[in-house]
């Protein structure tokens, strides 16, 4: 069973933008933090975004003042907003739902290139 759809990602020339969106069931949008990881070729999985259900949010350091997470509780999605695209933001963007107590969710994945 699919349970996050991601969507919205695709070929951008570096200092474009770009927002993916993370769509969920209801019941694991209200009960989950929502996070956006990504993972480059050869490389390890890793934070990029983390918004909680009193929408406080975390970034990683590479990302911060160029992304922005949101969620929008009525269409039960997550998106995450890139501006100032970089070649090294090229990755694989992933969609979690996170949880204390279970292992999380994870959706498909979605693909951005950023070319120079």
């Known amino acids: 069973q699919v349970q996050l759809v991601e969507s919205g990602g695709g070929l951008v020339q570096a200092g474009g933008s770009l927002r993916l969106s993370c769509a969920a069931s209801?019941?694991?949008?209200?009960?989950?933090?929502m996070a956006w990881y990504r993972q480059a070729p050869g490389e390890q999985r890793v934070l990029v975004a983390r918004i909680i259900r009193d929408s406080s949010t975390k970034y990683a350091d590479f990302v911060k003042g160029r992304f922005t997470i949101s969620r929008d509780s009525a269409k039960n999605t997550v998106y995450l907003q890139m501006n100032s695209l970089k070649p090294e933001d090229t990755a694989v963007y992933y969609c979690?739902?996170?949880?204390?107590?279970?292992?999380?969710?994870w959706g498909q994945g979605t693909q951005v290139t950023v070319s120079s």
């Open positions: 979690a739902a996170e949880s204390r107590s279970y292992d999380p969710i």
């Open positions: 209801g019941s694991i949008f209200s009960r989950n933090a």
